[in-house]
């Protein structure tokens, strides 16, 4: 059965619609609340299925899942449980992004970092540096969706100039959400007249 993944995020009310404001200083009509949809434990095993099934199509062996808090924490346990992989994650000290809690990584353990969404692929990128640094062996990223900034594996859409992702790696989503989104300067909802606000400010 072919999984389609908008209907997924739309049945669980986790396709926003509205005039929201995104960590990057953009606008947009769409939000996608990837905690929603992964609040109900068997859709979030069904999706990081289908993941697990991708990665290891392409002969990718994954010691461990690396996620960097807090959005991908959910999808990356749920991948690494499909890829009976171990589990970590990483999080932001002082804005930098660090291994904490006693984790540890052993030198060419090959990892895979997961998001839920993957939009330029910043934080991705700067959890992949974190356990890099401490001589792991970065072997693929992944998500559940993809904003369309990056290319993922099976995809025929080249990556924006926006995409921080190494394009010598790969890089694994269910599928493309590729709504626009503004600089607010230029934000056709703003010229209408509304207010952008954060998700997650309104109770959603
Ligand atoms: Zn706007």
Redesign the pocket.
């Known amino acids: 059965m072919e999984l389609d993944l908008e209907e997924v995020y739309k049945n669980a009310g986790a396709l926003l619609e509205g ?1 929201f ?1 995104l960590s990057s200083g953009n ?1 947009s009509q769409f939000y996608l609340q990837s905690a929603k949809v992964l609040e109900d434990s068997k859709t979030a095993q069904i999706l990081a299925v289908a993941l697990a099934q991708q990665i290891t199509d392409a002969g990718i062996k994954v010691d461990t899942v690396c996620s960097p808090a807090l959005g991908g924490i959910l999808a990356g346990y749920e991948l690494a449980r499909a890829l009976d992989a171990r589990f970590i994650f990483t999080e932001r000290v002082d804005k930098v992004m660090t291994l904490r809690r006693g984790f540890e990584v052993h030198s060419g353990e090959n990892i895979l970092i997961c998001e839920d969404i993957i939009t330029t692929g910043g934080s991705a990128l700067e959890a992949a540096n974190a356990v890099e640094k401490q001589g792991a062996h970065i072997v693929a990223f992944a998500a559940l969706a993809n904003r369309g900034f990056c290319q993922k594996n099976d995809s025929t859409k080249e990556a924006k100039p926006e995409c921080k992702l190494p394009k010598t790696l790969p890089f694994f989503a269910l599928d493309d959400f590729d709504f626009e989104i ?1 600089e ?1 300067q230029v ?4 010229k209408e007249g ?1 207010i ?1 606000y954060k998700p997650g400010s309104r109770g959603n």
Do not use: V
């Open positions: 005039h404001l606008h503004y607010p934000c056709p909802l703003c509304t952008a």
